[in-house]
């Protein structure tokens, strides 16, 4: 049994663990999906799940915000997206990302 943190120090840390248990893939939104260049493939947010999602704070500079997200599609596909948070989100993704179910 993998015991998963449910707290990183880091973005980097998050990164890392989330590879190691199979989020591999990096999702970037265009076009009002979610696309994978190294699968050339396009997710609808119904196809999408979000299984685990974790926030950073920058200790010093509001630009440092993010918000990493563990995403799962429904033909098995695992990957992450990253964004910023507050006023430096990219509120196209935020929008997208509202419309995609919530692991319980």
């Known amino acids: 049994m993998v015991t998963i943190p449910k707290h990183y120090k880091n973005l980097l840390e998050a990164v890392n663990s989330l590879q190691k248990r199979g989020y591999i893939y990096n999702f970037h939104y265009q076009d009002s999906s979610l696309q ?3 699968i050339n493939k396009k ?3 119904e196809d999408l ?3 685990e999602y974790y926030r950073f704070e920058g200790m010093s500079d509001p630009e440092d915000n ?3 997200y563990a995403i799962e599609s429904n033909q ?3 990957g992450i997206v990253i ?3 507050g006023a430096y989100s990219d509120e196209n993704i935020t929008e997208f ?3 995609v179910k919530i692991k319980d």
């Open 36 to 38: 994978c260049g190294e």
């Open 43 to 45: 997710l609808a947010a």
């Open 49 to 51: 799940l979000i299984a």
């Open 66 to 68: 993010s918000v990493i």
């Open 76 to 78: 098995g596909h695992k």
């Open 83 to 85: 964004d910023a948070y």
């Open 97 to 99: 990302l509202k419309n």
